[in-house]
């Protein structure tokens, strides 16, 4: 037994279908070598990495219809990684990017149990810069905006990463600091188109979501 309780899920995301191995539940909390609290993960967050939620989903979907041909993608954040994996279906050029130390695992998994070739993963921690990992033309992320500081955090990995004309698309569940991630993006020269969405999470509760597209560069006819 690795520590934890996993099981597998039906999903479909615009009509194909997807099986991942998740957690079972959000109560699981597995470090016995000390790695995930090296990293920062506290008991209550380890867990998080590990489901689909539903502004996931939604990232999901809109990556579904993205504009993929000649571009170089990364997902910040990306869990069991179910945006990654519908881009990698699609043939796009990905990159799966998160801190957690289990990530990779299940991303290697969930790509095999969908017959997909395993999606590249970067273990990438916000306030360490990576320069190997390199530049890209679209960012997606779903929920990225937690904590009080994530808007600088996750503005400047973008600004390291974002090429001179770049897309970043996020999905966020109204964490209440999407308006300071949004000046921070405009002071690097992106402009956001923001869409509004009722989702509700698995008990049936209603989530004000929002799908943000901020652009630099780019043409105003391309699409997410």
Not at 20 to 43: C, E, K, M, T, Y
Not at 83 to 93: C, D, F, I, W
Not at 176 to 200: I, N
Request: charged fraction near 25%; aromatic fraction near 6%.
């Amino acid at each position: 037994m690795p520590g934890y309780d996993t099981t597998i899920i039906d999903v479909r995301v615009s009509g194909h279908p997807y099986r991942l191995r998740v957690l079972s539940d959000n109560q699981q909390f597995a470090d016995p070598d000390g790695h995930g609290d090296r990293l920062g993960i506290s008991s209550a967050q380890w867990s998080l990495f590990g489901q689909v939620w539903p502004v996931g989903l939604l990232l999901a979907e809109a990556m579904d219809t993205a504009e993929v041909e000649g571009k170089r993608i990364l997902e910040l954040g990306c869990g069991i990684g179910l945006p990654s994996l519908v881009l990698q279906r699609r043939g796009a050029e990905v990159v799966a990017s998160d801190i957690h130390p289990l990530a990779e695992s299940f991303l290697a998994y969930n790509s095999a149990l969908n017959e997909l070739p395993s999606v590249h993963f970067r273990q990438l921690d916000w306030e360490e810069p990576l320069p190997t990992l390199g530049d890209f033309d679209k960012i997606i992320g779903s929920d990225l905006l937690y904590e009080r500081d994530h808007p600088a955090l996750l503005a400047a990995v973008i600004g390291r990463h974002a090429r001179p004309h770049a897309e970043v698309v996020l999905t966020d569940a109204g964490r209440g600091h999407t308006s300071a991630f949004t000046r921070e993006m405009a002071a690097l020269g992106f402009d956001v188109d923001e869409q509004h969405h009722q989702l509700e999470d698995a008990a049936g509760n209603p989530i004000r979501a929002r799908l943000l597209r901020y652009r630099r560069g780019l043409p105003p006819k391309e699409e997410a």
